[in-house]
Structures are given as structure tokens and as C-alpha cells.
């Protein structure tokens, strides 16, 4: 409509100037007509938002919807979330209670723990797949090397993390001390998440790193839709894994924690690699790992989770269907 004037005066221009064009009464109508503002011409609004996504968005929201889901369909939840406990009312509550219980048994299962030179396999090392740990502490005695081996697999380390309102790592605290646990859940700003920390991850170049991956929902009269995107990235720690230093540089690989340590970006590029590189890493590692398929074995796994985590909560988000919503 904008153009049309400018498109009825080239065309004018085109004929004998002494007879200028007629125009027709449709061109006649379409010059009248008031030119719309961009807002008045936009038929379809987005928004990028989901009404009520809280529901999978924050860590108690998705815990609980989990939890529910895998009830109904008599699953265990520990089948792809580690044991979760969700505090609401400090060290008094309940939940706490259940948790402190659990620490103290895992903790007496520890200290009775006992290890034989057999039981401690170069197989069972942290630093897999197949790689030398370079970074290993020589001044350690065989003893206490051979202890932290044994034990490896249940040092009863815990991870706590606000349930709601955080992000990029903030609040977050990985540790093995009940008292400090405690004081740390006091603080009623938050409810919080404690779950048992996985101890032995698998590890890129002997750190950790987590994988970013995308998952969509859309909401489009009244419809609601999941996908799954197929590329998505690793982020690396830019310190050696060791469970007997537990500080966030080690253990907690969000780019806005990393990014405050002077080696970040020293092994990678923005502490990131591709599905791509990783899988290389794994092919040439010679470890007992070097014949896994990232995209056939690990990959789907998450794809089915993630579909999951939209079962188990499509009936709670954008229950008002709101035209053109996605998350």
C-alpha cells in the first residue's frame, strides 16, 4: 500500500506526458485509503513465553512434575534423577529430616567401607576414558590414593540449589558437610533442592562438563506441540575433576561461574565444544569408551527426557491457550 503512489507515478511517467493516465476508480479507492502503521497490519503476536512454565522451568516445579509423572506410570524417578530431596522450611522441616538421615547412613556405609588392592582397578580411575591424569597430586600417599579410589563411587558428596527464582549457577553449593548443609538451607530467601552429587562423571581431558541441549514447545490454537533440536554444545570445566576440592571452579560448569577463573578459555574456546569434537575425543580416548556413539546412545536418551519432562507437564502450562506461545 506504502508503494502504491510511487507505483501510479512511474506508470504515469511512462505515457505522453501531454496525456496523462486515467486512473482507473480502483486506483482511484487504493490512493484514498489511509495508509495502517505497522502495528495495525501485525495479524499474528508471538510471545516467547509460556503461561505457567514454572512448572518445568524452576527446579522444584520440574522435580515434583517428574515425580508425579514417574508415579502414575509406576517408574523410579532414580532412573534419571539422582535421589532429591526439596526443603521448604529449613532444617526443621520434615524433608530435611529424611535428608539427614540419608546422609548419616551413606556416611556410616563409607567409614565401614573397606577396599581391597584388587578392588582398585586403573578401569575404575575418574579420569576416563583411557588418559593418564596428569594433573594427579604425587605427594599423596599410596594410602590415602588408594583410599579416595575406594571410596570414590559414594564420598556422600551432595549438591543444593535454590528451588526457584536462579540461574547461571547462582546459590549453588556442592559439599559433604551436614553442618554447612544445614546452614546453608537456613536461609529463607529460597526452598531448596539437595541431590546427591554424581561422583564419577564421565570427563573430557579430566574435567567436567555438562551438555546444553534444546528442547521447544509451542502452544497454537489451543494446540501444544514438543521438539527436540539436534545440535547443542558441551561446557567444560577449566579445572581438573577432584572430589577432594569441591569449590564451584571444579565442580560447576556454568559459563558465568567459569568465566571469572584466568584459565577459562585456555583448553577451549569459551569453554565450549561440539557434539562433534566430543565425539572425536571419545573414538581416540583408547579407553573403554572409544566405541561409544554419542548420537546413537546418548543422544536419544536425552531426546526421550526431555519428551518426558513435556508429558509430564503440558496440562499445567498455557492452560488458558493463548494464541502463538512457545517456550
Not at 526443603?87 to 548419616?104: L, M, R, S, T
Not at 590415602?144 to 536462579?166: D, Q, R
Not at 518426558?308 to 491457550?321: F, G, H, P, S, V
Request: with cysteine; net charge negative.
Amino acid at each position: 500500500i506504502k508503494a502504491l503512489p510511487a507505483l501510479i507515478s512511474s506508470l504515469r511517467k511512462t505515457n505522453d506526458p501531454e496525456e496523462p493516465l486515467a486512473p482507473s476508480n480502483e486506483m482511484k479507492r487504493l490512493e484514498e485509503k489511509p495508509q495502517l502503521s505497522s502495528l495495525q497490519t501485525l495479524t499474528i503476536q508471538l510471545c516467547n513465553h509460556l503461561e505457567g512454565n514454572y512448572s518445568m522451568g524452576n527446579k522444584k516445579g520440574l522435580y515434583y512434575n517428574m515425580r508425579h509423572y514417574y508415579e502414575f506410570l509406576h517408574k523410579d524417578l532414580n532412573e534419571i534423577i539422582p535421589t532429591t530431596f526439596h526443603i521448604k522450611k529449613g532444617k526443621a522441616d520434615p524433608e530435611f529430616q529424611a535428608f539427614a538421615k540419608e546422609f548419616n547412613y551413606n556416611l556410616a556405609n563409607v567409614a565401614e567401607e573397606k577396599c581391597s588392592e584388587s578392588e582398585v582397578s586403573e578401569e575404575e580411575d575418574p579420569g576416563q576414558p583411557g588418559e593418564e591424569d596428569t594433573n594427579k597430586d604425587t605427594t599423596k600417599t599410596n594410602r590415602e590414593s588408594e583410599t579416595t579410589k575406594c571410596t570414590l563411587g559414594n564420598m556422600n558428596i551432595w549438591i543444593v540449589k535454590p528451588g526457584e527464582n536462579t540461574n547461571r549457577g547462582t546459590g549453588i553449593l556442592v559439599s559433604q558437610d551436614l553442618k554447612e548443609i544445614e546452614r546453608y538451607i537456613s536461609d529463607s530467601s529460597h526452598t531448596y533442592i539437595i541431590q546427591k552429587y554424581i561422583e564419577r562423571p564421565l570427563l573430557f581431558h579430566q574435567r567436567k562438563f555438562d551438555i546444553r541441549c534444546f528442547g521447544l514447545i509451542t502452544s497454537i490454537n489451543g494446540l501444544i506441540k514438543g521438539y527436540y533440536y539436534p545440535e547443542g554444545y558441551l561446557r567444560t570445566s577449566s579445572k581438573p575433576f577432584d572430589l577432594e576440592d569441591l569449590s564451584k571452579a571444579v565442580h560447576l560448569t556454568n559459563e558465568a561461574i567459569q568465566i571469572n577463573y584466568e584459565d577459562f578459555g585456555k583448553f577451549e574456546a569459551g569453554n565450549k565444544i561440539s557434539y562433534a569434537d566430543f565425539q572425536a575425543y571419545l573414538s581416540a580416548s583408547g579407553g573403554k569408551h572409544k566405541d561409544l556413539d554419542f548420537s546413537k546412545t546418548i543422544l536419544p536418551t536425552i531426546k526421550k527426557i526431555i519428551g518426558e519432562t513435556m508429558k509430564a507437564t503440558y496440562r499445567l502450562i498455557d492452560q488458558n491457550r493463548r494464541l502463538h506461545t512457545f517456550e
